[in-house]
């Protein structure tokens, strides 16, 4: 049982970094794709110090909400891998499942991360005609890299717990047993 346990482990810890590298390379492909405004891989490349921290910060909190919505569907997965097959599901149910979950947090946390931007941007300029946040950004201004930072992590640091609930009640519960109280 020891040695099961082991691999299963192991097995789990090298989809885990695999994985964590496809996660991070999709996380960044998907965000700089996604801001219609301006090139922001060219203003990395640039040196735009702004851009630079407000992509790190995006991919660092869509990590974190991949994780929450990950956790789900991995103990789904471990549990395919070491329970006998009349309690989990086939490999190839959960390895769909941990999949679908992937692609449903990526959806969310982009919503979340443009929404938030654009609300936030929006917000911003009701209150100052003159603070156009995307082209202070595009500027090199770090203050607003660091300001729109803080308002993505803040906003799926929220987002990411109701990810996790989702996904939770997303995963098929194994039925190990009827108890039965009174006849």
Known sequence: MFLIHLL????????????????????????????SDFD?????????????????????SAALMLEKGLGA????????????????????QAGLLTLCHLALTLGIALFTVSATLRLFGRLARNINPHMRLGEHLKNGNVAVGILLAAVVFIATHYVGEGVSALTKALVPQPQIGKIEIMK
């Open 73 to 92: 569907s991995v103990g789904m997965f471990r549990l395919s891998i070491s329970a006998p097959d009349e309690v989990s599901l086939p490999l190839w």
């Open 8 to 35: 299963v482990s192991l097995f789990e810890l090298s989809l885990m970094v695999v994985m964590s590298g496809v996660i991070i390379y999709l996380i960044y492909r998907i965000f700089i794709k996604a801001n």
């Open 40 to 60: 922001m891989e060219e203003a990395i490349a640039d040196g735009n110090v702004a851009v630079g921290i407000l992509v790190s910060v995006i991919m660092v």
